[in-house]
């Protein structure tokens, strides 16, 4: 990491700032940045150039990330400024992670309404990227609970807006990657909760077929469903998988020895870059056949504690570097319903004929669209892979897949993403237009601006 | 009995982290500070997580006639206090402190403000033959250098007067704790060159938490910090004055 030390002109934010090269969670692409991080509420505002909100750099790719510009990172504007407990209201500044806030309101018996796979992530992020969770079929996403946001203009204004008030503002920022303003506070709505305990089932399907069928059945009906898949197996078992379904558990199912659920949590770390070699097809195929096998015996309904079944991999800190300095890409895409099945099966075909591995690759349904106007989810099937980067050719199979993606009408995920082309971005997602006049019109000067914008072409007429 | 801790310059990192580390004790908080929004965005934020009564108050060391009248409305909320953690400083910008209107402002912000508030503090804590003062120094303060002299003597003089406050109150049962950091990640450090072991702002919140559980009167925080400085405090002068600090 080279830094370099700069003085700021006349209206520090902070009193330095830090020059240096950073990333996002996939370790790819790596850009020096000039970082600011502010302390004050007053101070998360523009500076002197242009500009992208970082909370906790838990997107993937370049999202967080402005080359050669300012990043503000967010985290210390993190305080917990309201909390009724009656009503499960909850407003906190936008830098305050989710992991803060599970331990305020789980005892008081709420819960998220909304969470992705990491609690390692600011509320600001959670609207900016509209990030949704396993039960986006039942509960849409981030942006359908929040009741509204503090929002900070390029001329360092501060503006409110919520799906009833500035309601286009509101859903061009849902979603937005955070370049209509800077999201100062976020007040979102809680769900009651009985218990910090989730009644899981895990169902075992020898295929794809079988595995789709499993998540339209009964189970698909539970709060909470995804599927794990392994993406070695092919031909006949092309696709085979465990469906995992699970709901907060309510009082009269809870188990009597609840106490033993829960964890004496051990937290692992992983000290260095593993080897690139170390997570090969054959060590992920060995893996995945032993997963899946020992998964399939468990057939009866067991309890999970919230956090190893929300956050299993946060047990294991900075797991990103399984996969070798190089860094890896996720590739999320969303294939809508009617094309689901096609969709997906031509994805895995093409990626188990590249026989490239990807160590962890997961198959969620979607819900019905929502109102961001840039969000990711649609009515349909999204399938998430973890591909670590060895060589060039990796970029080519992503390209290959985004054609896949395109020809079923699907879309890619921008808070996964590090490399997807304008032209494929403008072809996936056709409410940029009504995005880009909220724009022009809210930051005309094109002051919020990320290594994702300007590789996207977005903000530009 | 209940802890109730009054914090000068509350909204700095070490501050809030301070604060938090009392308020998860079930202490009671009364955080001073210039400015009023941050104050009441902390003192929320305590509230909320840790559920203790926390109040707050406008504060300007530099204002020190103002200071009587502040240090009578703290203990108009808190008339058990138990004991004030001073945490305000300004760093400054040792370049622009060769002109005497910077290093004013950096002698006025670290030293003669902290002479004026915690002059009412001793004097009533005196009375009570109660209470504890907590004066974060700095380890800056340690020996002088090129870099950040004025800074330096200010934070100097500061642990030389809470040497003497210590001997003074002593007598009275009234615990007085220098704490010299050592580099800490804060907006004050966040970007600057040459910085090395810096220390998370909630490991010092902690550190001077336990402090008032122990014995030592001057504590540097991490620990690892006051050999450091006692290695840097041995260097011959003559030497001293040609290396580049």
């Known amino acids: 990491m080279r830094s370099q030390f700069i003085s700021t002109g006349d209206f520090p934010i902070s009193t330095h700032i830090l020059k240096t090269s950073i990333s996002g969670w996939g370790r790819y692409p790596e850009q020096m940045c000039k970082l600011e991080r502010p302390e004050r509420y007053a101070d998360l505002r523009p500076g002197s150039g242009n500009v992208i909100a970082r909370g906790q750099g838990r997107s993937y790719g370049d999202a967080s990330l402005n080359e050669d510009g300012f990043a503000l990172l967010t985290e210390r504007v993190n305080r917990l400024l ?220 067991f309890f999970s504690n919230y956090d190893s079944y929300f956050y299993p991999l946060d047990a294991i800190a900075q797991w990103n570097r399984l996969y070798g300095k190089r860094g890896f890409v996720q590739y999320q895409c969303v294939i809508p319903e009617q094309n689901a099945f096609d969709g997906i099966k031509a994805l895995l075909m093409k990626l188990t004929d590249s026989r490239r591995p990807s160590f962890l690759s997961v198959l969620k349904r979607l819900g019905p669209q929502g109102k961001g106007m840039l969000s990711f989810p649609m009515e349909g099937w999204t399938l998430a892979l973890d591909l670590p980067i060895r060589d060039e050719g990796l970029f080519m199979l992503l390209n290959k897949l985004d054609e896949i993606v395109l020809q079923h009408g699907g879309r890619v995920y921008l808070a996964k993403d590090a490399r997807l082309s304008p032209e494929s971005f403008r072809a996936m997602y056709p409410g940029y237009e009504d995005w880009l006049k909220v724009k022009q019109s809210v930051d005309p000067g094109n002051v919020f601006s990320s290594s994702l914008s300007r590789r996207l072409k977005v903000g530009e007429a | 009995m209940k802890k109730a801790v009054l914090i000068l310059g509350a909204t700095s990192a070490i501050a809030r982290a301070t604060a938090a580390a009392f308020a998860s004790q079930g202490a009671s908080l009364y955080l001073a500070s210039r400015d009023e929004e941050e104050l009441r965005r902390i003192s929320s934020d305590l509230q909320l997580r840790y559920g203790a009564e926390v109040h707050y108050g406008l504060f300007d060391a530099k204002a020190t006639d103002t200071h009587e009248a502040f240090f009578l409305s703290v203990i108009s909320v808190f008339p058990d206090l138990s004991g004030v953690v001073l945490a305000f400083g300004y760093l400054g910008d040792q370049s622009a402190a060769q002109d005497f209107k910077e290093a004013a402002k950096i002698v006025t912000s670290n030293y003669t403000g902290a002479v004026s508030i915690l002059g009412y503090c001793a004097n009533h804590f005196e009375s009570q033959r109660a209470g504890f003062i907590v004066g974060i120094a700095s380890v800056a303060g340690d020996r002088g250098r090129q870099s950040n002299y004025v800074y330096g003597s200010a934070k100097g003089a500061l642990s030389l007067y809470l040497q003497g406050l210590r001997n003074r109150l002593h007598a009275s049962g009234v615990r007085v704790i220098t704490i010299k950091p050592g580099f800490v990640d804060t907006a004050m450090t966040f970007g600057l060159p040459g910085l090395f072991l810096v220390a998370s702002p909630q490991s010092i919140g902690k550190g001077i938490v336990a402090a008032l559980g122990k014995s030592t009167d001057v504590v540097y925080l991490p620990w690892f910090w006051r050999y450091i400085m006692l290695i840097i405090r041995c260097i011959p002068e003559f030497i001293f004055k040609r290396m580049k600090l």
């Open chain 1, 82 to 301: 309201e909390f009724d407990v009656a009503k499960g209201i909850l407003r906190a500044e936008a830098g305050m992670t989710l992991a803060e806030i599970l331990p305020v309101i789980v005892p008081k018996g709420w819960f998220l309404p909304i969470t992705p796979g990491t609690k390692f992530v600011s509320l600001g992020g959670c609207v900016a990227a509209d990030v949704h969770g396993k039960n986006h079929h039942h509960d849409g996403s981030f942006g359908d609970h929040v009741v509204g946001i503090e929002l900070i203009l390029f001329d360092g204004s501060r503006v409110s807006c919520s799906p009833l008030e500035k309601s286009e503002l509101y859903w061009a920022t849902v979603g937005g990657m955070g370049l209509t303003g800077i999201i100062g506070e976020v007040t979102i709505k809680l769900i009651p909760i009985d218990s910090a305990l989730i009644k899981v089932q895990h169902k075992a399907a020898g295929n794809l077929e079988q595995l789709f069928k499993l998540m339209q059945g009964p189970n698909g009906d539970d709060r909470y469903t995804v599927a794990w898949i392994d993406s070695m197996a092919s031909g006949s078992r092309l696709g085979r998988g465990i469906a995992m379904s699970g709901h907060h558990a309510n009082i009269e199912e809870m188990p009597v020895n609840f106490h033993s659920h829960v964890n004496n949590k051990r937290s692992l770390s992983i000290p260095f870059d593993f080897p690139a070699f170390a997570l090969n097809s054959w060590s992920i195929s060995t893996f995945n056949t032993r997963y899946f096998q020992k998964e399939s015996g468990r057939a009866y309904p």
